[in-house]
Each structure stands twice: as C-alpha cells, then as structure tokens.
C-alpha cells in the first residue's frame, strides 16, 4: 500500500469564501466591490450580492462597470434597515446567495455588499467569512474613534477617500493613530488601509 492511500480525496469543492462589505452610504463599498471583482475574476469565481433599501442601484453600476457578467450580480432590496438584512435576519441574503450558488456552484468567493449603514453594522456569521467595512474621509477624521463593530471588528478596515482630507479639515495622521488604537488586540492591530478607491 503506497502513501498515497492514505491521502484524503482533495477533489471535494470547498464551500465558496463569503466576504461581506459594509460601510456607510457614499463610502466606497461599491467602487471597492467592483475593484476587488476586476482584479480576482480571472483567478476566481465570484459572484456579487449587493443589498439596497429600494433599488437595485449597485447591482446596475456594478453591471454597467463590468466589474462581473450581468448574471453573477444580483441585487436584493431589502425594503427596511440594512443592517437587518446582514445581521438579525438575514434570510433574504442567505437565500439570495443559495439562488447564485444553484446556477454557479463552483463559485470560490462569494462577496455580499450591505446596503449604505451606520458604525454599528455587523455581518451575520452565517453569512460571512471575512468582513471589511469602509468609511469615508469626508465623514469626519472623528470616525475611527467612534468604535463601533465596523472599526474595532472586521477584519480589514479601510479609509477611503483620503485625497479629500484637506478640503474636510481631517488630520490623517490622527486618524491613523485612532484607528491603530481601536484595532489594537492581544495580537496586535488588526489590518487596515487607508487609500483612495
């Protein structure tokens, strides 16, 4: 009997990777989505769920960008909160992600955009992996200090839009040091980026 005998059957499918991406409204959480898909679609199988309180807006940009074919991007509206819709109930994206996966089951990544959301969002564990939660510049350099699940939890947190510092009166390096300081844990600070989408 060789070796190779006692080798597990590595052919199984993986269940896709969920990445949720939250943020308040106007943050970047579209524009990174749509990076993110241009750069891994070759690599990858994605698939896109964006989450709207009344439209299918991000759907359609992220359709009109190219960022992925029409039919890997489906928009939910989820009619109410969006943090609902990620966090206590988020049947309607679980069921979402259940109808892609039925006509792309070899997908690897499945990403899940909330809808536009305060620093309290936070993605359901059933529904995503990894998270990352973006903010704005422009919301003020007072925002990484605020805390809240987005900041201190996720696992990549970006600051976006720091070309607009100067004209909003935000220190960069203040809220650099904020945010080192509510991402600070027993393993020390947890990833971050700050950039321009």
Partial sequence: MTALHHI????????PLRV???????????TLLEM????????????????DI?????????TVSGALPAERIMGVETGGCPHTAIREDASINLEAIDRMLAQFPD??????????????????PEL???????????AGEKIPRKGGP??????????????????????????????????AGPQG???????NL
């Fill in 128 to 138: 995503s992996d990894l998270t990352i939660y973006v903010i704005d510049v422009a």
């Fill in 20 to 30: 949720g991406i939250g943020g308040p409204v106007g943050s970047g959480k579209t």
């Fill in 150 to 183: 987005g900041i201190t939890k996720s696992d990549l947190f970006v600051i976006n839009k720091t070309d607009l510092a100067p004209y909003v009166g935000a220190n960069l390096d203040v809220m650099k040091s904020d945010t080192e300081r509510m991402r």
């Fill in 8 to 15: 597990p059957n590595r052919t199984k499918k993986l269940p």
């Fill in 54 to 62: 009344y439209t299918k807006e991000d759907q359609r940009l992220l």
């Fill in 107 to 124: 997908a690897d990544v499945v990403f899940v955009e909330s809808g536009g959301d305060n620093l309290a969002a936070t993605f359901s």
């Fill in 36 to 51: 993110l898909c241009k750069a891994m679609r070759e690599k990858y199988d994605l698939i896109a769920i964006t989450n």
């Fill in 189 to 195: 600070v947890k990833p971050f980026v700050m950039t």
